[in-house]
């Protein structure tokens, strides 16, 4: 790990000391960090758009909420339960998903998020409907409680986008990684050279599901709640918006992208409760002015100018 | 005695170093597609505190907004957690939507913070924290004593159901008809439609092709309540034979006035209506249309009593604002709200209110929902069949 990561890692343990009271918050921001980092591996290495990674987001949520609610509530084992549900959806969907490229396969993607958010609105029984579902209690972890500052929320959620994070760098430093660009920039050729690209793009995809089954499992044993919004739109569209914000294709992306996007919408909605949209949305068009391939991609380009 | 003075001189530098204001962490939705709902409870919450002052038992009340822009419990339960830690908030209110008031319940019950639930009318909710209370109504409050209105007084023997395909839809469908059942009549078939629906011709023909006494309908307000009047006019439905029964957002203001002739007759059961006629609510909606520059709707009156119950709590603990002490005071507060006379149930901590029942008319040139019937001091149903099951 270079020196620069390290700071950046060792960094993320400030707000335990340096704003104590954000701590929930900054739970959140790690689980969004996570949920992006997830989307990088397929949009940013390999080039498959989508627009409803929420759905193995969501299938992860209701996995760990379900799992609680049925005094299953130990939150490990409802982490790794939940991200190989997520999994196993995603390697099913996967065989469809990568058959397709561009256009169809954005319109694929949402369709699929449309289909299982409506298939959970539609399962009250199950899901609890549009009142969310009722009864998740996440046990303590390892003896700690979840407490109101968000003090466990947040060593938790750091402690997982931390390790899942080292799987995804190990990933994308691997030649299977290196193979994964390849793809993105020729699908048809890279199978010449002896990289099967369909079984290449299904497992990445598969990886990808699971890391976002992951934080949404987080998301659930962090808050308690579930509802059919872990599923929306609106969170697949957030995730790719902070993705190509922080910068797509760069590890750090998703996450730098999560830390500005989650603390601006913080930040501009309690100055202005009303009307905050209006400011995160000329955040967005200044960084997509200004800043065309991110934050990341536009500070890497400061910082090869002057050699 | 000498223990007592002992006490009292011990709790005293505590009185004086309490905070002179009182911190109200007001959670509500004020961007997204509910934003509008979520305004006018904001708005009726300003009202009050233009009518009553800003100070309530020798302190200043201060309300710290946020946002949660839609039904996320995550984000609610969140700003309910930094509320607490970081604004250190004496107390929650708001809540337009019950995920969100959900969520918060379990930050109210652990902090033992009061809470106010000014709108969120699912019923389970209040059960959440044993400090919360709720001004506004709850769902089967209105519809399964509207159900058993219409088997009784009303009549009728025949119903047809048609109710929007999302949650409160279900649950308006399932407390209208299990009530109307119960009280002897019939539901002769029923239908749900999708959430955006534009054209109900196709559904309402298969209504008046059963030739059922009465329908019952619940939509979300907006475009749709005149979408299906002017559908029920086309299929030739005439409401003097075929009775048309609604919740009150079905015949909500801008819902009238965008059915005209055809909202005509229509009979609906709710809690409060604008053109309700007290010296109160006639004070209420001319300081509150001065100020807002529209007509308050039940969203207004949720957020307007949510602030008078508040300061009637605050006033009875004399500015305390320790959890236990609210709500102990809270239980049984009485008061006359512009929709009428209210309380809060001194067991289940919910709302008890009158029920009107009202008919679509002409009032010189305005669509009025005008009162014919009302049930008085209406406890929430289901909150009292929870209570009898714990017994």
């Given at each position: 790990?270079?020196?620069?990561?390290?700071?950046?890692?060792?960094?993320?343990?400030?707000?335990?000391?340096?704003?104590?009271?954000?701590?929930?918050?900054?739970?959140?921001?790690?689980?969004?960090?996570?949920?992006?980092?997830?989307?990088?591996?397929?949009?940013?290495?390999?080039?498959?758009?989508?627009?409803?990674?929420?759905?193995?987001?969501?299938?992860?949520?209701?996995?760990?909420?379900?799992?609680?609610?049925?005094?299953?509530?130990?939150?490990?084992?409802?982490?790794?339960?939940?991200?190989?549900?997520?999994?196993?959806?995603?390697?099913?969907?996967?065989?469809?998903?990568?058959?397709?490229?561009?256009?169809?396969?954005?319109?694929?993607?949402?369709?699929?998020?449309?289909?299982?958010?409506?298939?959970?609105?539609?399962?009250?029984?199950?899901?609890?409907?549009?009142?969310?579902?009722?009864?998740?209690?996440?046990?303590?972890?390892?003896?700690?409680?979840?407490?109101?500052?968000?003090?466990?929320?947040?060593?938790?959620?750091?402690?997982?986008?931390?390790?899942?994070?080292?799987?995804?760098?190990?990933?994308?430093?691997?030649?299977?990684?290196?193979?994964?660009?390849?793809?993105?920039?020729?699908?048809?050729?890279?199978?010449?050279?002896?990289?099967?690209?369909?079984?290449?793009?299904?497992?990445?995809?598969?990886?990808?599901?699971?890391?976002?089954?992951?934080?949404?499992?987080?998301?659930?044993?962090?808050?308690?709640?579930?509802?059919?919004?872990?599923?929306?739109?609106?969170?697949?569209?957030?995730?790719?918006?902070?993705?190509?914000?922080?910068?797509?294709?760069?590890?750090?992306?998703?996450?730098?992208?999560?830390?500005?996007?989650?603390?601006?919408?913080?930040?501009?909605?309690?100055?202005?409760?009303?009307?905050?949209?209006?400011?995160?949305?000329?955040?967005?068009?200044?960084?997509?002015?200004?800043?065309?391939?991110?934050?990341?991609?536009?500070?890497?380009?400061?910082?090869?100018?002057?050699? | 005695?000498?223990?007592?003075?002992?006490?009292?001189?011990?709790?005293?530098?505590?009185?004086?170093?309490?905070?002179?204001?009182?911190?109200?962490?007001?959670?509500?939705?004020?961007?997204?597609?509910?934003?509008?709902?979520?305004?006018?409870?904001?708005?009726?919450?300003?009202?009050?505190?233009?009518?009553?002052?800003?100070?309530?038992?020798?302190?200043?009340?201060?309300?710290?907004?946020?946002?949660?822009?839609?039904?996320?419990?995550?984000?609610?339960?969140?700003?309910?957690?930094?509320?607490?830690?970081?604004?250190?908030?004496?107390?929650?209110?708001?809540?337009?939507?019950?995920?969100?008031?959900?969520?918060a319940a379990d930050v109210s019950a652990e902090a033992k913070r009061f809470m106010v639930v000014m709108?969120?009318?699912?019923?389970?909710?209040?059960?959440?924290?044993?400090?919360?209370?709720?001004?506004?109504?709850?769902?089967?409050?209105?519809?399964?004593?509207?159900?058993?209105?219409?088997?009784?007084?009303?009549?009728?023997?025949?119903?047809?159901?048609?109710?929007?395909?999302?949650?409160?839809?279900?649950?308006?469908?399932?407390?209208?008809?299990?009530?109307?059942?119960?009280?002897?009549?019939?539901?002769?078939?029923?239908?749900?439609?999708?959430?955006?629906?534009?054209?109900?011709?196709?559904?309402?023909?298969?209504?008046?092709?059963?030739?059922?006494?009465?329908?019952?309908?619940?939509?979300?307000?907006?475009?749709?309540?005149?979408?299906?009047?002017?559908?029920?006019?086309?299929?030739?439905?005439?409401?003097?034979?075929?009775?048309?029964?609604?919740?009150?957002?079905?015949?909500?203001?801008?819902?009238?006035?965008?059915?005209?002739?055809?909202?005509?007759?229509?009979?609906?059961?709710?809690?409060?209506?604008?053109?309700?006629?007290?010296?109160?609510?006639?004070?209420?909606?001319?300081?509150?249309?001065?100020?807002?520059?529209?007509?308050?709707?039940?969203?207004?009156?949720?957020?307007?009593?949510?602030?008078?119950?508040?300061?009637?709590?605050?006033?009875?603990?004399?500015?305390?604002?320790?959890?236990?002490?609210?709500?102990?005071?809270?239980?049984?507060?009485?008061?006359?709200?512009?929709?009428?006379?209210?309380?809060?149930?001194?067991?289940?901590?919910?709302?008890?209110?009158?029920?009107?029942?009202?008919?679509?008319?002409?009032?010189?040139?305005e669509y009025v929902n005008v009162p014919f019937d009302k049930i008085s001091a209406v406890k929430d149903?289901?909150?009292?069949?929870?209570?009898?099951?714990?017994?």
């Open positions: 790990m270079r020196p620069l990561e390290a700071a950046f890692w060792a960094a993320t343990l400030l707000p335990f000391v340096v704003t104590p009271s954000y701590l929930a918050l900054a739970s959140q921001v790690a689980i969004t960090a996570l949920f992006a980092l997830s989307l990088d591996l397929i949009l940013g290495y390999a080039g498959i758009v989508s627009l409803g990674h929420a759905a193995y987001f969501g299938f992860g949520a209701y996995t760990a909420g379900l799992l609680s609610k049925h005094d299953f509530g130990e939150p490990l084992t409802g982490l790794v339960l939940a991200a190989i549900a997520a999994g196993l959806l995603g390697y099913v969907t996967s065989h469809l998903i990568v058959r397709f490229r561009h256009l169809a396969l954005i319109m694929l993607t949402l369709g699929l998020g449309l289909l299982l958010a409506e298939a959970a609105n539609s399962a009250s029984w199950l899901t609890g409907g549009a009142d969310g579902l009722q009864g998740v209690k996440t046990a303590p972890l390892l003896g700690f409680k979840f407490d109101l500052y968000g003090r466990t929320a947040y060593a938790y959620s750091l402690a997982v986008l931390f390790l899942l994070f080292l799987v995804a760098r190990r990933i994308i430093h691997s030649p299977f990684g290196l193979a994964l660009r390849g793809i993105r920039e020729n699908a048809r050729r890279m199978p010449a050279i002896g990289a099967p690209s369909l079984a290449h793009l299904r497992k990445v995809y598969t990886i990808a599901a699971v890391m976002a089954g992951a934080a949404g499992a987080l998301l659930t044993q962090t808050t308690s709640t579930v509802s059919l919004e872990v599923l929306s739109f609106g969170r697949s569209a957030d995730v790719l918006v902070i993705l190509i914000l922080g910068g797509a294709g760069r590890l750090y992306g998703g996450i730098v992208g999560a830390i500005i996007y989650m603390v601006a919408r913080d930040q501009f909605a309690s100055m202005n409760p009303q009307y905050w949209y209006f400011w995160v949305g000329l955040l967005l068009v200044a960084v997509v002015l200004f800043l065309p391939n991110g934050v990341l991609g536009g500070l890497s380009a400061l910082y090869k100018r002057p050699e | 005695m000498l223990r007592m003075i002992a006490a009292a001189a011990l709790l005293l530098p505590f009185a004086a170093a309490a905070q002179q204001t009182i911190k109200i962490g007001m959670i509500n939705v004020l961007s997204g597609q509910f934003a509008d709902a979520g305004a006018q409870m904001d708005n009726g919450a300003k009202t009050y505190m233009k009518m009553h002052g800003d100070s309530v038992a020798g302190k200043k009340i201060e309300i710290i907004r946020r946002d949660v822009g839609g039904p996320n419990p995550d984000v609610a339960k969140r700003h309910a957690q930094e509320l607490v830690v970081r604004d250190k908030v004496d107390l929650l209110a708001g809540f337009l939507l019950t995920p969100n008031a959900l969520a709108n969120a009318a699912t019923s389970i909710i209040i059960a959440k924290s044993p400090y919360m209370i709720r001004t506004s109504v709850t769902l089967p409050q209105v519809m399964e004593t509207f159900g058993t209105w219409a088997a009784t007084k009303g009549g009728l023997k025949q119903n047809y159901t048609m109710v929007t395909d999302y949650g409160p839809g279900h649950d308006a469908e399932a407390a209208f008809a299990s009530a109307f059942k119960t009280a002897g009549g019939t539901i002769v078939g029923s239908v749900r439609f999708p959430v955006a629906n534009p054209d109900f011709s196709a559904f309402v023909q298969r209504a008046k092709d059963l030739a059922p006494e009465s329908i019952y309908v619940f939509i979300p307000g907006g475009a749709q309540p005149a979408a299906l009047g002017k559908a029920f006019a086309e299929r030739g439905i005439d409401k003097k034979k075929t009775k048309i029964l609604g919740s009150g957002e079905t015949t909500a203001e801008a819902a009238l006035k965008s059915m005209g002739d055809a909202g005509l007759d229509i009979i609906t059961a709710w809690h409060y209506d604008y053109k309700l006629d007290n010296p109160l609510n006639r004070e209420f909606v001319r300081v509150f249309s001065e100020m807002h520059g529209r007509n308050p709707d039940f969203f207004s009156i949720g957020g307007y009593d949510g602030m008078h119950a508040i300061y009637e709590t605050l006033k009875k603990t004399e500015g305390n604002t320790d959890g236990e002490a609210m709500i102990a005071a809270a239980k049984g507060l009485k008061w006359q709200s512009p929709r009428g006379p209210m309380s809060i149930d001194p067991q289940t901590r919910d709302v008890v209110q009158d029920v009107y029942i009202r008919r679509v008319q002409k009032v010189g040139d149903p289901a909150g009292e069949r929870r209570k009898q099951q714990k017994q």
